[in-house]
């Protein structure tokens, strides 16, 4: 468990390393962006993608930040970072990252990818209880995250035991 923990965060501090020449972004964000990222490495789709394709509906507030990650290899595929509006644009996406503030939408928002292997995302603190998959959520200083395997499995998605150890809570299933 130390091991797997300790390549998770330093998975996490060499991509946040690599952005501290790029001052725009909140350091916040850069550590969002870097567990979307990661999360890359530890969710198993139905099917092998050839590619990594992280998706941003709603309010601009990532892509900053996730466009300087496009184009590196993630778990062997080639990351490419998309904005997306409609449910039609979801098809290809691995992850789905909806903002905070579409919260009012979350239930029609996640309708739309039922059908399709795709993890949702939040930093909505209530999304992994609201029908998403992963709520990246503050914790006094910390940013951490919560998984609903109940969701993750309706996508046909499999977490690694590796993540959900790290995860804050984990709704659903077992551990």
Do not use: H
């Not at 962006?33 to 139905?46: C, D, R």
């Not at 993608?49 to 080639?78: H, K, N, W």
């Not at 029609?108 to 399709?116: D, F, G, T, V």
């Amino acid at each position: 468990m130390k091991r797997s923990f300790r390549t998770f965060l330093t998975g996490l501090m060499l991509m946040l390393a690599s952005l501290a020449g790029q001052a725009q972004p909140s350091s916040e964000q850069q550590l969002k962006a870097a567990y979307l990222v990661n999360f890359l490495k530890y969710i198993e789709w139905p099917e092998n993608p050839t590619q990594a394709t992280i998706c941003l509906f709603g309010r601009d507030v990532m892509s900053a930040v996730l466009y300087t990650y496009e184009g590196r290899l993630i778990a062997g595929r080639e990351l490419i970072v998309r904005r997306v509006n409609s449910p039609d644009q979801f098809e290809g996406c691995q992850i789905l990252y909806i903002p905070d503030t579409e919260e009012a939408r979350f239930a029609a928002i996640l309708r739309w990818p039922e059908e399709l292997p795709i993890l949702t995302v939040s930093d909505a603190e209530f999304f992994a209880r609201q029908g998403g998959g992963i709520a990246l959520v503050r914790n006094e200083s910390r940013l951490q995250f919560d998984v609903n395997l109940n969701n993750l499995n309706r996508a046909r998605l499999k977490a690694a035991s590796q993540m959900l150890r790290l995860a804050r809570q984990v709704i659903g299933g077992g551990r």
